[in-house]
């Protein structure tokens, strides 16, 4: 655990008594902080009190009592409008924070050297994340990972010199993080998301780059127009660093024909790895997150001063991957069951679809998002059939009809079913039975977790399936 011992002798308040709350509450409480805890909701009331965490009503309390409100970032901070008890802060003059700005002073106070990587984008930061964490353990490092994946971060174990934080951060966590200060920041990319949060794609744009306006290195993916100018931003202020999987950059890193490459100022190019047959980087969205991965270990290392000259082909090679995003779940002869239940828009689709070109039979649908399928029509030509599930099936119908074979299948069990059907009649040299929805999992699921466990599930007992065999 990580001690809060900032707030030393002060009180503070925590709103949202989840995994991140009553961890925060935890550790105020072993730094010497009293803690008025709440939650609106009477399970996280109850998990705090089990928890041995002080309740307190904060609508009926004298707030100038307090140092700060440690809000958890599921809670509105501005918009759709503030959260009741952000007013509340607000009137008393009371700063808004989040767990990992505990973190952060925690780290400033004691060991301001310490190595911590920062990581954000719209899409591919838990890739991203785990893999950083992957290759500096390969490599022998200590590691700790947290924040948006895993473990809330005040679990961990305190930053040390030799001890790397990798930390995962959305942009509810980084608008609540104002002394935001990595050794690297890591800016993937921006497309729209959690506008209803952030008022604009602007201000959600603004807030993604604060990871890297205060880092000590940025490393910038510059594969959209956001990027671009976050770079051309940073550069006139500080150390940064750009990574393209569409471009090839001096100085920066990119691919050379699969190939990741690190070039100097003066063009000269030192080859690190290749990504040909790793599975579980395949695409050009997982290329970009390999190369922001690599960006950032070894920009850290030479920051800190350790040795940057890794075995880069056996870490990336041995990556297994994170569940349900692009997961090759196993295989009937040639024919291989992906799993990227984690596609809950069309842009993610997009990504898989790219990656699989040809022979895909598609089990599509859920809870719609605003502009259904209709962007995919570009990459229809590959797909050999779609199996509609879910609250969406009779929209995408309509986006279909005419274009692409498909049949309405209603629930999971009975596409993937259907698909392994079908795909057994393929010529194909490898047909692929693909879960990527382009939809949220709320119509059918409770997450897109527990509909990629199902397609798993539902996978394992088709007769003659291999688990685990896909590659």
Not at 96 to 116: C, M, Q, S
Not at 212 to 236: H, N, P, S, Y
Not at 246 to 253: F, H, R, V
Not at 334 to 363: G, M
Request: charged content about 20%; some cysteine; glycine content about 10%.
């Amino acid at each position: 655990m990580i001690r809060a011992t900032s707030f030393k002798g002060k009180t503070v308040a925590v709103f949202g008594l989840g995994t991140s709350g009553i961890a925060a509450a935890h550790s105020l409480l072993a730094g010497g902080a009293a803690v008025a805890a709440w939650d609106d909701s009477a399970a996280g009331r109850e998990a705090a009190s089990h928890a041995d965490i002080p309740l307190v009503d904060l609508s009926g309390t004298d707030w100038s009592q307090f140092s700060a409100l440690v809000l958890a970032p599921g809670v509105p901070l501005t918009h759709p409008e503030p959260h009741w008890t952000v007013k509340k802060a607000r009137a008393s003059g009371v700063e808004v924070i989040g767990d990992i700005e505990i973190f952060a002073r925690e780290r400033a106070l004691h060991t301001p050297k310490a190595p911590f990587i920062a990581i954000t984008g719209t899409n591919g930061k838990s890739t991203t994340t785990a893999l950083v964490a992957h290759i500096l353990r390969y490599s022998g490092r200590d590691v700790q990972l947290g924040g948006n994946i895993g473990r809330a971060i005040l679990t961990l174990d305190e930053p040390t010199p030799d001890r790397f934080h990798i930390i995962e951060m959305s942009s509810f966590q980084i608008d609540l993080t104002p002394t935001l200060r990595p050794t690297v920041g890591v800016m993937l990319n921006v497309t729209p998301d959690h506008l209803d949060r952030h008022g604009s794609l602007e201000n959600y744009a603004a807030i993604k780059e604060r990871v890297v306006q205060g880092a000590e290195v940025a490393a910038v993916g510059i594969d959209d127009a956001f990027g671009v100018a976050m770079l051309k931003r940073r550069v006139q202020s500080g150390a940064a660093i750009a990574f393209s999987a569409e471009k090839s950059l001096a100085p920066g890193y990119s691919l050379l024909d699969g190939t990741i490459i690190c070039s100097n100022r003066e063009a000269l190019a030192v080859k690190l790895a290749s990504l040909q047959g790793i599975a579980t980087l395949r695409g050009k969205h997982n290329a970009q997150n390999a190369l922001a991965a690599v960006a950032a270990v070894r920009e850290c290392l030479n920051w800190v001063g350790q040795s940057s000259d890794l075995d880069w082909q056996g870490a990336l090679s041995s990556f297994p991957g994170l569940p349900h995003r692009m997961e090759e779940v196993g295989r009937i002869g040639k024919i291989l069951f992906v799993n990227d239940s984690k596609a809950t828009n069309a842009d993610s689709t997009e990504k898989a679809l790219l990656s699989f070109p040809r022979d895909v039979f598609w089990i599509v649908g859920g809870k719609p998002k605003a502009g259904g399928i209709a962007a995919l029509a570009p990459l229809f030509g590959g797909i050999a059939k779609a199996y509609l599930i879910g609250e969406s099936s009779d929209d995408f119908a309509r986006t279909l009809d005419g274009r692409l074979s498909f049949e309405r299948s209603g629930t999971l069990d009975a596409a993937v079913f259907a698909a392994a059907r079908d795909a057994q009649s393929s010529p194909g040299t490898e047909p692929i039975v693909l879960l990527s929805p382009a939809c949220a999992s709320y119509d059918q699921f409770p997450n897109f977790e527990v509909r990629g466990d199902s397609f798993r599930n539902l996978v394992s007992t088709l007769p003659g399936i291999e688990m685990g065999k896909a590659s």
